[in-house]
């Protein structure tokens, strides 16, 4: 350690690997070496993993790393439900774990999965920790949880149902579960627990479209975790309908489309931290009807149509040049059209061709830099919603020629096979398609008579479509992407102290909670 200290001070440089970042760190603070603390840091960061986030939250905070411990404590909160299998989260002291289930923003979709990580971490070590159990059960949100699993698996629970501050807990939660159930405040006792919704991870963007006869520049965002949709439109973004829209590196971009007048070849880039729009370079070609898709930190604008024709050409931009390069030309030319990325390929499905809606399909990769056909859905689609679930493609919807289509079919890439899946509730073409919370999404469109604002998903777990919350805009030509990860997120979704009982355990606890 004091070679590399020493080297330090002659070449500004040092060595940090896995093996010895612990130890240097602990020798350059020792010795005051700050540049060499920093290195370390940027190591860290760099090497953030499930398994090995929470040790080194522990070390930024002993060698005073505020932006490090920031960045993974985030990441132990947007990660849970990987971070509680590690060993690390054994180690975790009762205060640390209660500050962590404590927050809004920890991303759990059931919070029985939070309830099952507290028993993981006082099974551990049952002696000194079934103590702290009171503690960490008042972090919990305990209305939202499922009535039954609520009753069986939580007030009834070895380390809950002998204990009489549990118990209180218990109880209070129970009143304020009636209290909601009744329209009355539930803080009336003074005693309840969190019950809000925690924050989600992830909010679903729908951006523009086709409304009232003409292109909206609405955008609403969508809570997997309440159910609902806000209005979150910029008044600095124009209208337009028929575009691409995908996130990246923390923005939004949307990419050409068409606003009754032009169409464009422009790019916008939305900051979501700062709400506001810049331009981005122009692709080489005009794209209305265009298919948009993020692969390995890159954007890929495929087909679509300029005004003049349809087009089989396509073009891949980089943020970090903000540039747009030309690639080889797809077998089709298709417009409206859409497209998933799957295994390090993009995937292109349907469209029309200027005579015909096409049941073709084709995928890029960029390691050969070439087009390949891959064998054809069982429906032609065009206006259909592509997306990737669950290793598999899913080509959703859309319109055949003759019919707007609610029939649903899934590519196995490994044995290059279309199979057929339960159909949408609803038929649908020209809709915003996109997978939150594993949930697929089919948000919008036109259904052959009209234009709709009705939401619908599908669960792959039972294999069956449910109907969302509507969006407040009717419209189709509508593109979604899904923004993760930021720290201002709280802005883009559903008010917390507005929300009540979700839809889903309203339905659990009605007429469950009198009888306790």
């Not at 590690?86 to 309830?115: C, Y």
């Not at 204990?163 to 405040?185: G, H, K, P, V």
């Not at 040049?321 to 799957?342: I, V």
Request: net charge negative; proline share 4%.
């Amino acid at each position: 350690m004091m070679r590399l200290i020493i080297e330090y001070a002659y070449t500004h440089s040092v060595p940090v690997t896995e093996d010895n970042v612990e130890e240097l760190c602990a020798v350059a603070d020792q010795f005051t070496v700050k540049g060499i603390i920093d290195a370390c840091c940027r190591f860290q960061e760099k090497h953030l993993r499930s398994d090995n986030c929470i040790g080194i939250w522990k070390f930024a905070d002993i060698y005073c790393c505020p932006e490090l411990e920031r960045k993974a404590f985030l990441f132990i909160l947007h990660r849970f439900e990987e971070v509680v299998a590690s060993e690390g989260f054994l180690q975790l002291t009762a205060e640390q774990l209660a500050v962590i289930i404590g927050r809004d923003d920890l991303n759990a979709r059931q919070e029985k999965t939070v309830f099952e990580a507290v028993v993981r971490w006082i099974s551990h070590s049952p002696e000194d920790r079934q103590r702290h159990m009171a503690l960490l059960l008042s972090k919990f949100r305990l209305t939202i949880m499922n009535t039954d699993y609520f009753i069986n698996d939580v007030k009834y629970h070895a380390l809950v149902k002998d204990d009489a501050e549990c118990q209180s807990i218990i109880n209070s939660t129970f009143l304020a579960m009636y209290n909601l159930l009744n329209n009355r405040d539930p803080n009336s006792d003074g005693h309840t627990p969190l019950f809000g919704q925690r924050l989600p991870y992830a909010v679903l963007l729908a951006i523009g479209g086709w409304s009232g006869g003409g292109p909206t520049n609405g955008i609403e965002a969508y809570d997997p975790r309440a159910d609902r949709w806000i209005n979150v439109t910029t008044n600095e973004e124009s209208p337009r309908a028929y575009h691409g829209a995908t996130f990246l590196d923390g923005m939004v971009y949307c990419v050409g489309g068409f606003d009754s007048i032009d169409y464009f070849s422009s790019v916008r880039r939305f900051d979501p931290r700062t709400h506001t729009w810049h331009e981005a370079a122009p692709m080489h070609s005009c794209r209305c009807y265009v298919s948009v898709v993020t692969l390995n930190g890159c954007i890929y604008a495929m087909g679509g149509y300029d005004g003049h024709g349809r087009l089989n050409t396509a073009e891949r931009y980089d943020p970090r040049t903000n540039q747009w390069t030309l690639l080889p030309h797809m077998h089709e030319q298709r417009s409206d059209a859409s497209a998933a990325a799957l295994r390090g390929k993009v995937f292109i499905c349907g469209g029309f061709n200027g005579n015909e809606c096409l049941a073709t399909a084709e995928c890029y990769d960029p390691d050969t830099n070439q087009w390949t056909l891959i064998a054809p859905m069982r429906s032609r689609r065009s206006g259909v919603g592509v997306v990737a679930y669950r290793g598999h493609i899913y080509a959703v919807g859309g319109f055949d020629g003759t019919n707007r289509l609610q029939s649903v079919e899934a590519y196995n890439p490994v044995i290059n096979s279309w199979h057929n899946m339960p159909s949408m509730l609803t038929p649908r073409s020209n809709f915003g398609i996109e997978v939150v919370d594993d949930l697929l999404f089919a948000v919008g469109g036109f259904n052959g008579f009209t234009t709709t604002f009705n939401v619908e998903c599908y669960d792959g777990d039972d294999g069956e479509w449910y109907e969302a919350h509507n969006m407040d805009i009717f419209r189709s030509a509508v593109s979604c992407c899904v923004m993760h990860g930021l720290p201002n997120i709280a802005e883009y979704a559903a008010p917390r102290a507005a929300l009540l009982l979700p839809p889903a355990a309203e339905a659990d606890s009605e007429g469950s909670i009198e009888s306790l």
